[in-house]
């Protein structure tokens, strides 16, 4: 049985993807759940994140959300039986790739798969899915009547922010990264009920990032949003022509509103005092949003478990429309691997 799996080179070499040979146990753990993989979805790897929480390996597993069908479970096993199809994302410090075509997990990492939802859209959706609510729910606590900016809404994650903020009542702002991309978000409607746009105001920034301010200010009258959820900010003004249309931290905070909450992916941010004045006068909070607290603390392991049940169950019903992945087979598993690592916001979905 072989698995896709990356060895990290030195500090300044790019990290090589390898197909390598993996066995399983021949008796299953008590806990354990065995499950024959129909789809992995491929993101991109923290190999800082895993050097700092202490997973130190030659080999590193690559494709941890999956979706299979269970073969074999443990003895002390309660909540799965064979036969069953099941969707959940491995754990930073499994043995397993996602690519192989069995894998042992312990029960409490996966949950039930509707039988409506595809194995391919369930692996290449949950990761993104699952950042949307720890970042609206976990940590803005959002409410009906909120208003939110979400930058980039066209990227899976966006677009994921969005729909689940317009489920709960949640007005939403967002900005488009080139024309297309306007023209995507501007015709984005809910699949059931009243066909209402998604998007209350799509904000263009590939003229400019100048037009986010005074667009924010006039859609709320002058009083800000209540939460800005970003996929990385600009540091500083001289920055790389992708980094361009990454918002100005500076404006982030001058769109918050009184009270208002910004979760941002930017792993590396730093304020200067007058960034933090201006959050201080706004009584506003900011929060970091680590797409991997889930897995790598069991501390609240029932609401994780809650949170993947929601996703799938709404992913089922079409409240949750993920942008559809098409599907490469196994063996361009690392060519697309090798592309997502060096882009760092590609996804892929294998389909075994």
Known sequence: MKGLFCRAGASDAEPKFVIQETTLPDVLGGHLVRVQVKA??????????LDDIGVHRDLIPVGREVAGVVLQVGSQVSFFHPEEEVVGILPLDSPYSGLCGAIDIDEHYLVQKPEKLSSVCAAGALRDALCA??????????AAGHTLLVMDGASSFGLMCIQLACYHGVKVFTTSHS????????QLRPSVGVQDPLVAKVIPVFNGPSDLLPAVVEETGGLGVDIVIDSGVRLHEEESEEAKLLPHKHDVISVLGVGGHWVTSQKDLQLDPPDCRLLYLKSASL????????????????????????IVEKMSTGVLRPQPEEAVPLYEATVAMETIQCHQKKKAVVKL
């Open 179 to 186: 024309p297309q991309k306007h023209a995507f978000l501007e």
């Open 287 to 310: 929060s970091f949003l680590n797409h991997e607290v889930w897995t790598a603390s069991s501390a609240q392991q029932g609401r994780y478990l809650h949170i993947l049940k929601d």
């Open 133 to 142: 609510y720890t970042a609206l729910h976990t940590h803005a606590r959002m």
């Open 40 to 49: 992995c979805g491929l993101s991109p790897l923290d190999l800082k994140l």
